[in-house]
């Protein structure tokens, strides 16, 4: 069902926790759907210098989360936002068709957390969605 | 830890069907040469020994299927439109196994009514629901003799008298329930009856439908004269000898394997609440509950996440939430009994059997609370409730 790689990154998710003095935090999903991905971030000069994440889902939530994070660690926040669910996925080596959502919802926290930051920063950054079970 | 899910096929189940794969292996329905006619003779002997086994009063009330599910399906769709002309309404509950609740949405696209009860928060149904429920254009009632998830057990005989009160045909799916509690057909006093092989040591890809003489209900399958006319294909002689003779089993040793199943269900039970907070057993407590069945909700976690775990520790095991299933919604019997969706997307189903041990019992209970509490660690939802 799942890739070796989704099953490595589940079994030692990479980044987990929190970070207390984090300049950007991000919430996406819901407990209803059964996924709710957190995202902190230390972002200094632009650059994402540490980020942690905290998911209650199924493998495919916190191997993404896992991932996601990794894949965004060290880059400026311009181009961590260009980080696309389909970027996760191939990095995975791939998901089963009914957790593709998995991958949106790590891209739409790595945003969200940013997103978080920009408004910190007195940026006119549009709200977050209202999350529904209709992945 | 999965044996509601199926069972190991026994030795001597096998080595009861392997003459019908190799010596015996003629068609029943060719009597004009004796390899036909020992298929025959043995095929009698079979249904027999499954009418015993059942305490069915007559042989001929034992059709053999392929599947749990067929036996399901026939049971529903075939008394639905035996009776049409009676009426068109069914009566089953919220929680019965997709092969009826898919079968009764089904019949409700081609003109039929159904009323779904709802369960208490144990998942039981009351026979005077029923009796309520009942109208005059009431063809079936269809209720499981034990659920499948949540291990409880129905008032059956109970409900059979209400259903022959009313002279509405009462059918069970007992699929769950062979083998893990005495099942008497005669006693009961129900109409139709499901079981399915592999649920009690038995081969998969083979079923029965009891149907009591006297009951009417159209053909599933329509072809040559098998089962009596009633349903046609030849007979899957070998998996028909496996069924027989686990069914045998199963009753000659049930008091003794329920006992040895409660004892350990109990001891897993109590093992994973003295060791994980945030938990609750879903089903009823101890009494009305199937004695290998143990589901629990463990806050702040979700399921596939925990049987991804167990399975790395080598535990086998199964879950009701969405992500499980590979569906939007958590399982409908935890939605039935009241959870709210995070709480069912926690749930974990342990199923005991016969060949479980102390000692397995006990590797989960020393292994379940790490992989819940490294859940719990990495779970937003857990941050604060330490």
Redesign the interface.
């Known amino acids: 069902m799942y890739s070796e790689k989704v ?1 490595e990154h ?2 030692n ?1 990479r980044n ?1 926790g ?1 970070i207390p003095d984090a300049n950007a935090v991000g ?1 996406v999903g819901n ?8 995202m902190y971030m230390k972002i200094e000069d632009n650059v994402i210098k540490d980020v942690k994440f ?9 191997a993404t989360s896992s991932m996601a994070t990794e894949m965004v660690k060290g880059k400026t926040v311009d181009e961590a936002l260009k980080l696309t669910n389909k970027a996760v996925m191939e990095a995975l080596d791939g998901l089963p068709k ?2 593709i959502h998995c991958s949106v919802l790590a891209e739409e926290a790595i945003q969200s957390a940013i997103n978080d930051y920009r408004r910190r920063n007195g940026e006119d950054v549009p709200e977050d969605k209202e999350y529904t ?3 | 830890m999965d044996n509601n899910a199926t069972t190991s096929l026994k030795k001597e189940v096998l080595d009861a069907m392997i003459p019908y794969y190799t010596d015996i292996y003629g068609n029943a329905s060719s009597k004009f040469y004796k390899v036909g006619r020992d298929a025959e003779q043995a095929l009698y002997k079979m249904r027999e020994s499954v009418a015993k086994s059942i305490n069915a009063p007559n042989v001929n009330e034992i059709y053999f299927t392929g599947s749990g599910c067929e036996a399901d399906n026939w049971a529903v769709k075939g008394a639905a439109m035996a009776n049409r002309k009676k009426g068109n309404h069914i009566i089953t509950t919220k929680i019965e196994h997709h092969a009826i609740l898919n079968t009764c949405e089904y019949l409700e696209r081609h003109g039929f009514e159904v009323t779904y009860l709802d369960i208490d928060e144990y998942g039981f149904v009351t026979p005077e629901q029923v009796e309520s429920a009942i109208k005059d254009t009431t063809i079936l009632i269809t209720i499981m003799t034990a659920n499948n998830e949540i291990g409880t057990i129905e008032p059956i005989k109970e409900i059979a008298e209400v259903a022959k009160r009313h002279k509405v045909i009462f059918h069970t799916d007992a699929v769950q329930a062979i083998g893990h509690m005495k099942i008497d057909v005669k006693d009961l006093g129900v109409d139709m009856l499901s079981l399915s092989a592999h649920k009690f040591h038995g081969p998969k890809g083979v079923g029965m439908l009891y149907i009591r003489n006297g009951i009417r209900i159209d053909n599933l399958i329509h072809g040559g004269g098998q089962e009596r006319g009633k349903r046609a294909a030849t007979e899957n002689l070998a998996g028909i000898a496996g069924l027989a003779k686990a069914l045998e089993i199963a009753v000659t040793d049930l008091d003794k394997n329920v006992a040895h199943c409660k004892k350990m269900r109990d001891r897993l039970i109590k093992g994973i609440r003295d060791n994980i907070p945030y938990c609750r057993l879903n089903g009823p407590e101890d009494e009305g509950r199937m004695c290998n069945n143990a589901n629990f909700s463990f806050q702040y976690v979700e399921g596939e996440s925990i049987l991804m775990m167990l399975d790395m520790n080598g535990i086998a095991a199964s879950s009701g939430s969405a992500c499980a299933s590979g569906s939007l919604d958590p399982s409908h019997v935890l939605m039935a009994i009241g959870l709210p969706h995070e709480i069912a997307h926690g749930s974990l189903r342990l199923s005991v059997g016969e060949d479980t041990t102390e000692e397995d019992v006990d590797y989960v209970v020393s292994v379940l609370p790490s992989v819940i509490q490294r859940l719990r660690d990495m779970s937003p939802l857990y941050e604060g409730v330490e």
């Open positions: 099953m589940f079994a998710p987990v929190e919430q407990a209803k759907c059964g996924d709710i991905m957190k905290k998911t209650f889902g199924c493998g495919a939530a916190i009914e957790k079970c209709e992945h």
